[in-house]
């Protein structure tokens, strides 16, 4: 694993790692989420979303078609 230095404005560290200790995480593992986030983004559909793709069970039904209502003119 790569080991990168950054320089972040104090307001923005602090900020950060305010998030990272309430999502329960560290401030390097909260930085590699939101990266990886980023990136997973520029490649499509979040996993999440892929893993719930067929995960209907049931029917849709299709609505009844209804007649055209009179409408008044604008």
Do not use: C, H, N
């Not at 997973?40 to 029917?59: H, I, L, M, V």
């Amino acid at each position: 694993m790569s080991q990168v230095t950054i320089y972040l404005p104090d307001d923005v560290e602090r900020e950060l790692r305010a998030a990272a200790k309430k999502a329960g995480k560290s401030f390097s593992a909260y930085i590699t989420e939101l990266a990886s986030r980023r990136q997973s983004r520029k490649a499509g559909w979040p996993k999440d979303f892929r893993a719930t793709f067929g995960a209907w069970e049931g029917r849709l039904e299709e609505p009844p078609e209804l007649e055209p209502e009179e409408r008044d003119r604008l």
